[in-house]
T-cell receptor
C-alpha cells in the first residue's frame, strides 16, 4: 500500500527556476527520505529527515517536514537540466528501514 | 567504490519458466532489500534481510516468489513458475544498518511473455 502521496505528479520548469514537490503521508513516522531516479536507473538517496527535525539542507536541496500536517516538501533551487528525473518520498514508520514509497513526481527542467 | 550490483540487467522469458535475479550488496552493508517497480503499483518492498536473516517478507506477492541470502555478499530472488504479471523492474538495495539511507542497484528489467 502507498503511504506517500506526491504532488504534483509532473512538473515542467525552465532552467534556473526553483522546483517544489510535496509529499503527504498517513501514519506516524520515524523518518522521511527523498530519492531521485533517472530514467532506466536505480534510486539515489538525497536527504533523510527525522521526525524531530523540521528542515534540512543539502546543497541546492531543502527539505521541510511538518508532522502535524503529515507532509513534507522538497525544494530544488536554481534548477539545472541535469535535475530532470523522478523524485520520490519514502516513509519509515518503525526505524526498521521498511520504506513505503510515494508514486513520485516527474520533473522536467528545460534548458 | 562499487555500488550495488544486480544481474542480469534484462531478462525475457516465457511464462512458466524459473527466473533467478541476483544481487551483490555494497561491502560492509548489513541490510538488503528487494523491491519491485511497476507503473500501476509504483515501488513496492518485497522482502528485506538484516545480517543475512529475512526480517519481513510480507511484501512477497505469492509462494511463487522466494528470496535467499546465503552470505553477506550475495542474495537471490527467485520466481517459479513465472507469470506475465510478474513483468516489472526489480531492484535490490543495501544499507549499512536498517535505518540508514539505502543504495540501489540499477535493477533487472523482467519481461515474462
Amino acid at each position: 500500500s502507498q503511504q506517500g502521496e506526491e504532488d504534483p505528479q509532473a512538473l515542467s520548469i525552465q532552467e534556473g527556476e526553483n522546483a517544489t514537490m510535496n509529499c503527504s503521508y498517513k501514519t506516524s513516522i520515524n523518518n522521511l527520505q527523498w530519492y531521485r531516479q533517472n530514467s532506466g536507473r536505480g534510486l539515489v538517496h538525497l536527504i533523510l529527515i527525522r521526525s524531530n527535525e523540521r528542515e534540512k539542507h543539502s546543497g541546492r536541496l531543502r527539505v521541510t517536514l511538518d508532522t502535524s500536517k503529515k507532509s513534507s516538501s522538497l525544494l530544488i533551487t536554481a534548477s539545472r537540466a541535469a535535475d530532470t528525473a523522478s523524485y520520490f518520498c519514502a516513509t519509515d514508520e518503525s526505524n526498521t528501514g521498511k520504506l513505503i514509497f510515494g508514486q513520485g513526481t516527474t520533473l522536467q527542467v528545460k534548458p | 567504490d562499487a555500488g550495488v550490483i544486480q544481474s542480469p540487467r534484462h531478462e525475457v522469458t516465457e511464462m512458466g519458466q524459473e527466473v533467478t535475479l541476483r544481487c551483490k550488496p555494497i561491502s560492509g552493508h548489513n541490510s538488503l532489500f528487494w523491491y519491485r517497480q511497476t507503473m500501476m503499483r509504483g515501488l513496492e518492498l518485497l522482502i528485506y534481510f538484516n545480517n543475512n536473516v529475512p526480517i519481513d517478507d510480507s511484501g512477497m506477492p505469492e509462494d511463487r516468489f522466494s528470496a535467499k541470502m546465503p552470505n553477506a555478499s550475495f542474495s537471490t530472488l527467485k520466481i517459479q513458475p513465472s507469470e506475465p504479471r510478474d513483468s516489472a523492474v526489480y531492484f535490490c538495495a543495501s544499507s549499512s544498518s536498517p535505518n540508514q539511507p539505502q543504495h540501489f542497484g540499477d535493477g533487472t528489467r523482467l519481461s515474462i511473455l
